[in-house]
């Protein structure tokens, strides 16, 4: 890591559910909380837990110098609404299968 900026993975026993426009998404009781300085924590759902189907892979492909180079997902009228790292960086590899989103409720 740079000088300053720190990222830390670890497992989460919170309830992470994801909805939008009244449609589950995704739901989990295993997901990872990525901490990253100067973003607010990211929960990263396996990919088990999401509903994959209701997706459509998006061409948007963003790259972070710390964790990789990011792949994106969409719905109808809700481009970019999730991402994962499917070759993520060595000091964040737990983080690969599982994907993220912009809004999520904790429990």
């Given at each position: 890591?740079?000088?300053?900026?720190?990222?830390?993975?670890?497992r989460?026993?919170?309830?992470?559910?994801?909805v939008?426009?009244?449609?589950?998404?995704?739901?989990?009781?295993?997901?990872?909380?990525?901490?990253?300085?100067?973003?607010?924590?990211?929960?990263?759902?396996?990919?088990?837990?999401?509903?994959?189907?209701?997706?459509?892979?998006?061409?948007?492909?963003?790259?972070?110098?710390?964790?990789?180079?990011?792949?994106?997902?969409?719905?109808?009228?809700?481009?970019?609404?999730v991402?994962?790292?499917p070759?993520?960086?060595?000091?964040?590899?737990?983080?690969?299968?599982?994907?993220?989103?912009?809004?999520?409720?904790?429990?």
């Amino acid at each position: 890591m740079t000088r300053g900026h720190t990222i830390t993975v670890e497992r989460s026993d919170r309830h992470v559910r994801v909805v939008h426009d009244g449609q589950v998404l995704a739901e989990s009781d295993r997901p990872l909380v990525l901490h990253e300085t100067g973003c607010p924590p990211r929960y990263y759902l396996p990919a088990e837990d999401v509903r994959l189907e209701l997706l459509t892979p998006s061409d948007t492909h963003t790259h972070c110098p710390f964790k990789g180079t990011a792949s994106y997902w969409s719905l109808p009228g809700a481009p970019d609404l999730v991402w994962s790292y499917p070759d993520p960086k060595p000091d964040v590899a737990q983080i690969k299968n599982h994907l993220c989103f912009y809004e999520v409720e904790v429990s």
